[in-house]
Protein backbone atom coordinates (compact mmCIF):
# COMPACT_ATOMS: atom_id res chain seq x y z
CA UNK A 1 0.00 0.00 0.00
CA UNK A 2 1.05 3.28 -0.49
CA UNK A 3 2.03 5.57 1.79
CA UNK A 4 3.30 9.10 2.51
CA UNK A 5 5.21 9.51 5.92
CA UNK A 6 7.21 12.80 7.58
CA UNK A 7 9.78 12.00 10.01
CA UNK A 8 10.90 14.82 11.89
CA UNK A 9 14.82 14.72 12.81
CA UNK A 10 15.57 12.43 10.03
CA UNK A 11 18.93 13.63 9.51
CA UNK A 12 19.84 13.17 13.19
CA UNK A 13 21.43 9.89 15.12
CA UNK A 14 18.19 7.32 15.53
CA UNK A 15 16.00 9.64 12.76
CA UNK A 16 18.71 8.80 9.89
CA UNK A 17 18.64 4.65 10.96
CA UNK A 18 14.78 5.28 11.16
CA UNK A 19 14.87 7.05 7.30
CA UNK A 20 17.53 4.55 6.06
CA UNK A 21 15.01 1.42 7.25
CA UNK A 22 11.46 3.26 6.15
CA UNK A 23 12.92 3.89 2.21
CA UNK A 24 14.82 0.85 1.91
CA UNK A 25 12.26 -1.83 3.15
CA UNK A 26 9.25 0.42 1.55
CA UNK A 27 10.34 1.71 -1.47
CA UNK A 28 6.36 2.20 -2.25
CA UNK A 29 6.20 4.39 0.31
CA UNK A 30 7.63 8.27 0.49
CA UNK A 31 9.17 8.90 2.75
CA UNK A 32 9.83 12.95 3.87
CA UNK A 33 12.92 13.76 6.17
CA UNK A 34 11.60 17.55 7.76
CA UNK A 35 15.02 18.27 9.69
CA UNK A 36 16.18 21.57 11.00
CA UNK A 37 19.66 20.56 10.24
CA UNK A 38 20.82 22.01 13.86
CA UNK A 39 24.28 20.86 15.01
CA UNK A 40 22.97 17.51 15.65
CA UNK A 41 21.24 17.06 12.18
CA UNK A 42 24.03 15.71 9.28
CA UNK A 43 22.91 14.78 5.94
CA UNK A 44 25.78 12.95 5.20
CA UNK A 45 24.16 10.07 7.69
CA UNK A 46 21.99 9.35 4.44
CA UNK A 47 24.33 9.96 1.99
CA UNK A 48 23.45 6.23 0.60
CA UNK A 49 19.65 6.62 0.53
CA UNK A 50 19.12 10.86 -0.83
CA UNK A 51 19.36 9.36 -3.95
CA UNK A 52 16.46 6.82 -4.15
CA UNK A 53 13.49 8.29 -5.82
CA UNK A 54 11.15 7.86 -2.46
CA UNK A 55 12.96 10.02 -0.11
CA UNK A 56 12.27 13.67 -0.01
CA UNK A 57 14.64 15.57 2.10
CA UNK A 58 12.62 19.50 3.59
CA UNK A 59 14.96 21.69 5.34
CA UNK A 60 12.30 22.70 8.24
CA UNK A 61 12.06 24.07 12.14
CA UNK A 62 9.08 21.64 13.80
CA UNK A 63 8.29 25.47 15.14
CA UNK A 64 7.51 27.03 12.17
CA UNK A 65 4.01 26.20 11.63
CA UNK A 66 3.84 27.91 7.99
CA UNK A 67 6.14 25.47 6.59
CA UNK A 68 4.92 22.78 8.53
CA UNK A 69 1.04 23.62 6.95
CA UNK A 70 2.76 23.91 3.12
CA UNK A 71 4.71 20.20 3.87
CA UNK A 72 1.33 18.76 4.86
CA UNK A 73 -0.83 20.52 1.65
CA UNK A 74 2.11 19.72 -0.39
CA UNK A 75 2.05 15.76 0.18
CA UNK A 76 -0.62 13.53 1.22
CA UNK A 77 0.65 12.84 5.02
CA UNK A 78 -0.66 9.56 6.32
CA UNK A 79 1.67 9.17 8.86
CA UNK A 80 4.22 11.17 11.34
CA UNK A 81 7.38 9.68 12.81
CA UNK A 82 8.38 12.50 15.65
CA UNK A 83 12.12 12.33 16.22
CA UNK A 84 13.50 15.95 16.06
CA UNK A 85 14.09 17.13 19.37
CA UNK A 86 17.15 18.68 21.40
CA UNK A 87 18.47 15.35 22.66
CA UNK A 88 21.47 15.88 25.10
CA UNK A 89 21.35 16.48 29.28
CA UNK A 90 24.50 17.91 29.46
CA UNK A 91 23.45 20.75 27.04
CA UNK A 92 19.73 20.81 28.58
CA UNK A 93 21.24 21.51 31.59
CA UNK A 94 22.91 24.93 30.50
CA UNK A 95 20.17 25.92 28.02
CA UNK A 96 16.52 24.66 29.44
CA UNK A 97 14.57 27.13 27.76
CA UNK A 98 15.86 25.67 24.39
CA UNK A 99 14.87 22.06 25.09
CA UNK A 100 11.29 23.51 26.14
CA UNK A 101 10.92 25.18 23.12
CA UNK A 102 11.93 22.59 20.57
CA UNK A 103 10.67 19.75 22.29
CA UNK A 104 7.52 20.67 23.79
CA UNK A 105 6.13 23.79 21.44
CA UNK A 106 8.24 22.38 18.58
CA UNK A 107 5.50 18.91 19.45
CA UNK A 108 2.81 20.96 19.65
CA UNK A 109 3.11 22.34 16.62
CA UNK A 110 3.72 19.56 14.84
CA UNK A 111 0.82 17.87 16.38
CA UNK A 112 -1.53 21.23 15.33
CA UNK A 113 -0.40 21.00 11.62
CA UNK A 114 -1.51 17.40 11.36
CA UNK A 115 -4.73 18.12 13.20
CA UNK A 116 -5.47 20.64 10.76
CA UNK A 117 -4.16 18.86 7.34
CA UNK A 118 -6.16 15.42 8.50
CA UNK A 119 -9.27 18.06 10.06
CA UNK A 120 -10.73 15.01 11.84
CA UNK A 121 -10.53 12.45 9.03
CA UNK A 122 -9.01 10.01 11.31
CA UNK A 123 -8.82 7.19 9.03
CA UNK A 124 -5.58 5.47 8.50
CA UNK A 125 -3.57 8.26 10.35
CA UNK A 126 -0.97 7.47 12.88
CA UNK A 127 0.70 10.19 14.68
CA UNK A 128 3.91 8.37 16.55
CA UNK A 129 5.81 10.46 19.02
CA UNK A 130 9.48 8.97 20.14
CA UNK A 131 10.25 9.51 23.51
CA UNK A 132 12.70 8.23 26.16
CA UNK A 133 12.77 6.30 29.33
CA UNK A 134 14.41 9.23 31.14
CA UNK A 135 10.75 10.63 31.51
CA UNK A 136 10.66 7.80 34.12
CA UNK A 137 13.08 9.28 36.14
CA UNK A 138 16.29 6.63 37.92
CA UNK A 139 14.46 4.05 39.22
CA UNK A 140 16.23 1.28 41.95
CA UNK A 141 18.43 -1.99 41.42
CA UNK A 142 16.09 -4.51 41.02
CA UNK A 143 13.00 -2.60 39.58
CA UNK A 144 12.46 -2.03 35.63
CA UNK A 145 10.52 0.76 34.28
CA UNK A 146 7.41 -0.69 32.32
CA UNK A 147 4.52 1.37 30.55
CA UNK A 148 2.83 2.27 33.94
CA UNK A 149 5.74 3.57 35.92
CA UNK A 150 4.85 7.19 36.88
CA UNK A 151 6.19 9.69 34.91
CA UNK A 152 9.04 11.24 37.47
CA UNK A 153 11.77 13.64 35.17
CA UNK A 154 14.71 14.61 36.68
CA UNK A 155 16.52 16.56 34.20
CA UNK A 156 15.52 19.78 32.02
CA UNK A 157 16.05 17.42 28.81
CA UNK A 158 13.61 14.88 29.87
CA UNK A 159 11.30 17.47 31.40
CA UNK A 160 10.59 18.71 28.36
CA UNK A 161 10.45 15.18 26.87
CA UNK A 162 7.88 14.35 29.72
CA UNK A 163 5.55 17.61 28.62
CA UNK A 164 6.18 16.51 24.95
CA UNK A 165 4.51 13.17 26.20
CA UNK A 166 1.02 14.43 27.65
CA UNK A 167 0.73 16.93 24.70
CA UNK A 168 0.70 14.07 22.56
CA UNK A 169 -1.41 12.31 25.01
CA UNK A 170 -4.10 15.07 25.41
CA UNK A 171 -4.33 15.31 21.27
CA UNK A 172 -4.98 11.76 20.85
CA UNK A 173 -7.67 12.19 24.04
CA UNK A 174 -9.04 15.32 23.24
CA UNK A 175 -9.47 15.40 20.16
CA UNK A 176 -9.23 11.91 19.02
CA UNK A 177 -5.84 12.00 17.08
CA UNK A 178 -4.74 8.50 16.40
CA UNK A 179 -1.28 8.89 18.74
CA UNK A 180 0.96 6.07 19.85
CA UNK A 181 4.38 6.84 21.91
CA UNK A 182 7.43 4.68 22.86
CA UNK A 183 9.65 5.01 25.31
CA UNK A 184 13.32 3.85 24.17
CA UNK A 185 16.64 3.32 27.03
CA UNK A 186 20.21 4.44 25.50
CA UNK A 187 20.89 3.83 22.02
CA UNK A 188 24.65 3.35 20.41
CA UNK A 189 26.13 2.85 17.36
CA UNK A 190 26.84 4.52 14.04
CA UNK A 191 26.12 8.49 13.50
CA UNK A 192 26.22 9.12 17.27
CA UNK A 193 27.52 12.35 17.94
CA UNK A 194 30.07 12.23 19.53
CA UNK A 195 28.57 14.47 22.87
CA UNK A 196 27.28 11.36 24.05
CA UNK A 197 29.35 8.85 25.90
CA UNK A 198 30.15 5.75 23.83
CA UNK A 199 31.03 8.07 20.64
CA UNK A 200 32.60 10.33 22.44
CA UNK A 201 34.90 7.85 24.25
CA UNK A 202 35.97 5.96 21.32
CA UNK A 203 36.42 10.17 19.65
CA UNK A 204 38.80 10.28 22.35
CA UNK A 205 40.95 7.08 22.72
CA UNK A 206 41.45 7.62 18.97
CA UNK A 207 43.15 11.23 20.03
CA UNK A 208 44.16 9.44 23.31
CA UNK A 209 42.73 12.57 25.24
CA UNK A 210 41.80 11.94 28.51
CA UNK A 211 38.01 9.68 28.97
CA UNK A 212 35.77 12.11 30.92
CA UNK A 213 34.15 9.61 33.54
CA UNK A 214 31.28 11.54 35.45
CA UNK A 215 31.34 11.05 39.07
CA UNK A 216 32.94 7.57 40.16
CA UNK A 217 31.23 5.86 36.55
CA UNK A 218 28.75 4.11 39.04
CA UNK A 219 25.66 5.60 37.00
CA UNK A 220 24.30 2.59 34.70
CA UNK A 221 22.53 2.53 31.54
CA UNK A 222 20.33 -0.05 29.13
CA UNK A 223 22.24 -0.05 25.51
CA UNK A 224 20.16 -0.86 22.61
CA UNK A 225 21.73 -0.71 19.41
CA UNK A 226 20.65 1.73 17.31
CA UNK A 227 19.40 -0.04 13.81
CA UNK A 228 17.18 -2.63 16.84
CA UNK A 229 15.49 0.38 17.76
CA UNK A 230 14.53 1.56 13.97
CA UNK A 231 13.06 -1.83 13.60
CA UNK A 232 11.29 -1.00 16.81
CA UNK A 233 9.89 1.99 15.50
CA UNK A 234 8.59 0.62 12.19
CA UNK A 235 6.97 -1.88 14.44
CA UNK A 236 5.13 -0.42 16.58
CA UNK A 237 4.52 2.49 13.66
CA UNK A 238 3.03 -0.88 11.60
CA UNK A 239 1.36 -2.72 14.46
CA UNK A 240 1.00 -0.38 17.35
CA UNK A 241 -2.59 -0.24 18.97
CA UNK A 242 -3.47 3.53 18.90
CA UNK A 243 -3.66 5.18 22.59
CA UNK A 244 -0.77 2.67 23.46
CA UNK A 245 2.48 3.84 24.63
CA UNK A 246 5.49 0.82 24.14
CA UNK A 247 9.17 0.75 26.52
CA UNK A 248 11.99 -0.19 23.98
CA UNK A 249 14.78 -1.60 25.74
CA UNK A 250 17.95 -4.04 25.23
CA UNK A 251 17.46 -5.71 28.71
CA UNK A 252 21.69 -4.78 28.60
CA UNK A 253 22.72 -2.80 31.73
CA UNK A 254 26.17 -1.64 31.93
CA UNK A 255 27.74 0.38 34.88
CA UNK A 256 29.25 3.40 32.66
CA UNK A 257 32.66 3.10 34.20
CA UNK A 258 32.71 -0.97 33.02
CA UNK A 259 31.38 -0.22 29.80
CA UNK A 260 33.88 2.24 29.20
CA UNK A 261 37.09 -0.38 30.58
CA UNK A 262 35.58 -3.17 27.84
CA UNK A 263 35.34 -0.21 24.77
CA UNK A 264 39.09 0.55 26.21
CA UNK A 265 40.02 -3.27 25.84
CA UNK A 266 37.80 -3.97 22.08
CA UNK A 267 39.79 -0.50 20.98
CA UNK A 268 42.90 -1.40 22.05
CA UNK A 269 42.77 -4.71 20.21
CA UNK A 270 41.16 -3.01 17.06
CA UNK A 271 44.10 -0.30 17.25
CA UNK A 272 46.98 -2.82 17.70
CA UNK A 273 47.53 -0.85 20.80
CA UNK A 274 48.84 -3.02 24.16
CA UNK A 275 45.98 -4.14 26.47
CA UNK A 276 45.73 -1.21 29.21
CA UNK A 277 46.94 1.45 27.35
CA UNK A 278 43.66 3.40 26.46
CA UNK A 279 42.09 2.19 29.76
CA UNK A 280 44.90 4.94 31.36
CA UNK A 281 43.46 7.10 29.88
CA UNK A 282 40.12 7.32 32.07
CA UNK A 283 39.72 10.60 33.95
CA UNK A 284 37.02 10.43 36.78
CA UNK A 285 35.44 14.13 36.55
CA UNK A 286 32.88 16.63 38.62
CA UNK A 287 29.83 14.97 37.96
CA UNK A 288 26.76 15.63 35.81
CA UNK A 289 24.12 17.31 38.51
CA UNK A 290 21.02 15.75 39.63
CA UNK A 291 22.57 12.58 37.65
CA UNK A 292 20.35 9.93 37.18
CA UNK A 293 21.40 6.61 38.93
CA UNK A 294 20.06 3.79 36.80
CA UNK A 295 17.84 3.11 33.83
CA UNK A 296 16.48 -0.34 32.96
CA UNK A 297 13.36 -1.22 30.88
CA UNK A 298 11.27 -3.50 30.80
CA UNK A 299 10.01 -4.14 27.35
CA UNK A 300 7.86 -7.29 28.00
CA UNK A 301 4.86 -5.58 26.34
CA UNK A 302 6.12 -5.01 23.31
CA UNK A 303 8.24 -7.98 22.67
CA UNK A 304 4.90 -9.99 23.55
CA UNK A 305 2.23 -8.03 21.73
CA UNK A 306 4.10 -7.14 18.42
CA UNK A 307 7.15 -9.65 18.73
CA UNK A 308 9.93 -7.04 18.39
CA UNK A 309 13.43 -8.72 19.90
CA UNK A 310 16.59 -7.23 19.50
CA UNK A 311 18.95 -8.50 16.24
CA UNK A 312 22.40 -8.03 18.06
CA UNK A 313 24.27 -8.58 21.65
CA UNK A 314 26.11 -5.63 22.89
CA UNK A 315 29.34 -7.09 22.11
CA UNK A 316 28.48 -7.70 18.58
CA UNK A 317 26.50 -4.33 18.53
CA UNK A 318 29.78 -2.62 19.99
CA UNK A 319 32.13 -4.09 17.61
CA UNK A 320 30.09 -2.87 14.43
CA UNK A 321 29.90 0.56 16.11
CA UNK A 322 34.06 0.85 16.56
CA UNK A 323 34.46 -0.81 13.28
CA UNK A 324 32.11 2.00 11.78
CA UNK A 325 34.11 4.98 13.32
CA UNK A 326 37.35 3.10 12.51
CA UNK A 327 36.34 3.40 9.10
CA UNK A 328 34.09 6.78 8.48
CA UNK A 329 36.97 9.11 10.39
CA UNK A 330 36.19 11.49 7.98
CA UNK A 331 32.57 11.91 9.16
CA UNK A 332 34.03 12.09 12.81
CA UNK A 333 36.59 15.06 11.74
CA UNK A 334 34.10 16.97 10.27
CA UNK A 335 31.74 16.45 12.95
CA UNK A 336 34.25 17.41 15.60
CA UNK A 337 35.67 20.41 13.80
CA UNK A 338 34.25 24.17 14.36
CA UNK A 339 31.45 24.51 16.85
CA UNK A 340 32.14 21.22 18.60
CA UNK A 341 35.66 22.14 19.54
CA UNK A 342 34.22 25.57 21.42
CA UNK A 343 31.11 23.02 22.79
CA UNK A 344 34.21 20.68 24.42
CA UNK A 345 36.22 23.43 25.59
CA UNK A 346 32.98 24.83 27.42
CA UNK A 347 31.63 21.28 29.00
CA UNK A 348 34.91 19.68 29.85
CA UNK A 349 37.34 22.34 30.41
CA UNK A 350 38.10 22.44 34.42
CA UNK A 351 35.63 19.80 35.24
P1 LIG B 1 19.91 13.85 17.66
O1 LIG B 1 20.22 14.99 18.56
O2 LIG B 1 21.00 13.02 17.11
O3 LIG B 1 19.04 14.34 16.42
C1 LIG B 1 18.01 15.27 16.54
C2 LIG B 1 17.61 15.70 15.13
O4 LIG B 1 16.51 16.63 15.25
C3 LIG B 1 18.71 16.43 14.37
O5 LIG B 1 18.77 15.97 13.05
C4 LIG B 1 18.29 17.90 14.42
O6 LIG B 1 18.74 18.65 13.30
C5 LIG B 1 16.78 17.76 14.43
N1 LIG B 1 16.11 18.92 15.03
C6 LIG B 1 16.40 19.51 16.22
N2 LIG B 1 15.60 20.58 16.41
C7 LIG B 1 14.78 20.64 15.34
C8 LIG B 1 13.73 21.51 14.97
N3 LIG B 1 13.37 22.55 15.73
N4 LIG B 1 13.07 21.29 13.81
C9 LIG B 1 13.43 20.24 13.01
N5 LIG B 1 14.44 19.40 13.30
C10 LIG B 1 15.11 19.59 14.45
O7 LIG B 1 18.88 12.96 18.50
P2 LIG B 1 18.73 11.37 18.59
O8 LIG B 1 19.66 10.86 19.61
O9 LIG B 1 18.74 10.81 17.22
O10 LIG B 1 17.26 11.28 19.20
C11 LIG B 1 16.12 11.32 18.35
C12 LIG B 1 14.87 11.23 19.21
O11 LIG B 1 14.89 10.03 19.96
C13 LIG B 1 14.73 12.35 20.23
O12 LIG B 1 13.39 12.74 20.30
C14 LIG B 1 15.20 11.74 21.53
O13 LIG B 1 14.55 12.34 22.63
C15 LIG B 1 14.75 10.30 21.35
N6 LIG B 1 15.55 9.29 22.06
C16 LIG B 1 16.90 9.24 21.95
C17 LIG B 1 17.62 8.22 22.57
C18 LIG B 1 19.13 8.12 22.45
O14 LIG B 1 19.74 7.28 23.12
N7 LIG B 1 19.79 8.91 21.63
C19 LIG B 1 16.93 7.25 23.31
C20 LIG B 1 15.56 7.34 23.41
C21 LIG B 1 14.86 8.34 22.76
O1 LIG C 1 17.96 6.84 28.09
C1 LIG C 1 17.72 7.46 26.86
C2 LIG C 1 18.52 8.73 26.75
O2 LIG C 1 19.88 8.34 26.61
C3 LIG C 1 18.09 9.62 25.59
O3 LIG C 1 16.77 10.06 25.82
C4 LIG C 1 19.03 10.82 25.45
O4 LIG C 1 18.68 11.57 24.30
C5 LIG C 1 20.44 10.30 25.30
O5 LIG C 1 21.34 11.39 25.23
C6 LIG C 1 20.81 9.38 26.46
O6 LIG C 1 20.93 10.14 27.71
P1 LIG C 1 22.12 9.89 28.75
O7 LIG C 1 22.30 11.11 29.54
O8 LIG C 1 21.95 8.60 29.47
O9 LIG C 1 23.34 9.66 27.68
P2 LIG C 1 24.85 10.20 27.65
O10 LIG C 1 25.53 9.49 26.54
O11 LIG C 1 24.94 11.68 27.71
O12 LIG C 1 25.44 9.63 29.03
C7 LIG C 1 25.43 8.24 29.32
C8 LIG C 1 26.02 8.07 30.71
O13 LIG C 1 27.42 8.39 30.66
C9 LIG C 1 25.43 8.99 31.75
O14 LIG C 1 25.37 8.30 32.99
C10 LIG C 1 26.42 10.15 31.84
C11 LIG C 1 27.76 9.48 31.54
N1 LIG C 1 28.77 10.31 30.84
C12 LIG C 1 28.40 10.95 29.71
C13 LIG C 1 29.30 11.73 29.03
C14 LIG C 1 28.89 12.48 27.78
C15 LIG C 1 30.08 10.37 31.32
O15 LIG C 1 30.41 9.75 32.35
N2 LIG C 1 30.98 11.12 30.62
C16 LIG C 1 30.64 11.84 29.50
O16 LIG C 1 31.53 12.55 28.94
Known amino acids: MKKTILVTG????IGSHVVRRLVNRYPEYTIINYDKLTYAGNLENLSDVDQKPNYIFVKGDILDGDKLKEVFSQYTISGVIHLAAESHVDRSLHNPDEFAITNVIGTIRLLQAAKNAWNGNWEGKRF???STDEVYG???HG???TEETPIDPQSPYSSSKASSDHFVKAYGNSYKMPVVI???SNNYGPNHFPEKLIPLMIHNILQKKPLPVYGKGENVRDWLFVEDHAAAID???HKGKTGEVYNIGGN???KNIDLVYFLCKLMDSKLKRSEGESAKLITFVTDRPGHDLRYAIDATKLMTQLGWRPSVTFEQGLEKTVDWYLS?????????SGAYQQYYQNMYHNR
Open 128 to 130: YHI
Open 138 to 140: SVE
Open 235 to 237: TIF
Open 328 to 336: NQEWLNHVT
Open 10 to 13: GAGF
Open 252 to 254: NEW
Open 182 to 184: SRC
Open 143 to 145: KFF
